[in-house]
């Protein structure tokens, strides 16, 4: 069940409120064996959390699945750049060495114990959800509040929080995007196609910027160039998979213009953070912040 984007927060005694987490959403699953994980968009992800893994097979019942975001903290904020140390390691001890600690933050519940409870109300989820499991670290219960949305958003965002998302509390849970899961954002920054890059110039290796963009009607429009937000080892890796991705033809549905350009094929999906929208449908200030492997480029949208 995926939250839909709006730019109207509200206070309304019919909605819960959660915290909005910068993280990788992972349902996981149960069913008499060994705990599973799942991406968004169907990748099988725990051996690249294998404390998780071990946290759901003795703190969760034998059988169940359940919904959730993983995510690693910078401070009192959870950081999707945090997490991408880990985010493509699947070796023990690899994972181990880079010292990123994760939590898994568990929001609702879809089965458990042989029964499917998605038709049930959200807020009896919540409470199955809350004695399904032995909440222990890594396990996380997400808490909600009630009723104050404008006033919870404006505190998030004081904290420097992603934002909220607003749940309507009668909702069922319902595969894919809909308005009862609403986000209310504090900061601008959504996931993008990337079409393309340019050479880098001067002391720069890799390559100079990211050519982004988002689909609206099944064809992928031109959002701008993204140039920082990257280190040297970031540089060298994402070329690497561009490299394996490069096309003669241009994705975009625009002609682009940019110096030294190269085509990849649509197939990797980068968050960026912004500052605004530009009159003329174009990204002003962007910044790399990570490659999603848990989005399928076709659902990427201007938001």
Not at 46 to 61: K, Q
Not at 134 to 145: A, E, G, Q, T, Y
Request: aromatic share 10%; with cysteine; glycine share 10%.
């Amino acid at each position: 069940m995926l939250a839909t984007l709006t730019d109207r927060p509200f206070s309304s005694p019919d909605w819960l409120y959660e915290r909005k987490l910068d993280g990788v959403r992972a349902i996981c699953a149960r069913d008499g064996g060994e705990p599973r994980l799942w991406s968004r968009n169907q990748n099988s992800i725990e051996r690249g959390y294998p404390e998780v893994v071990e946290a759901l097979a003795e703190h969760g019942g034998p059988r169940f699945v359940a919904d959730g975001e993983i995510v690693a903290f910078d401070g009192n904020r959870t950081s999707f750049a945090k997490l991408q140390g880990r985010i493509h390691l699947t070796d023990a001890p690899r994972i181990a060495a880079t010292g990123v600690e994760v939590f898994y933050y568990l929001f609702d519940l879809l089965h458990f114990d042989g029964h499917d409870v998605r038709p049930l109300p959200l807020r009896q989820r919540k409470r199955l959800l809350r004695d399904a499991f032995d909440f222990v670290d890594p396990l996380r219960f997400s808490p909600h509040r009630n009723t104050q949305g404008e006033a919870l958003l404006a505190d998030a965002c004081a904290r420097g929080w992603e934002g909220l998302i607003a749940k309507r509390a009668t909702s069922p849970y319902r595969g894919g995007r809909s308005r009862d899961w609403l986000k209310f954002k504090c900061v601008r920054e959504q996931e993008f196609v990337v079409g393309g890059f340019t050479d880098p110039s001067g002391a720069r290796v890799g390559f100079g910027a990211l050519l982004v963009g988002y689909y609206a009607r099944e064809r992928l429009h031109y959002a701008g160039k993204v140039g920082t937000g990257y280190d040297t080892v970031t540089l060298r890796w994402l070329r690497g998979l561009l490299d394996e991705r490069e096309q003669r033809q241009c994705p975009f549905v625009e002609r682009v213009r940019e110096p030294g350009s190269h085509w990849v094929r649509p197939e990797l999906v980068a968050q960026i953070g912004f500052a605004e929208w530009t009159g003329d449908g174009k990204l002003r200030h962007p910044r790399f912040l990570g490659l999603r492997e848990d989005k399928d480029p076709t659902e990427v949208v201007r938001e």
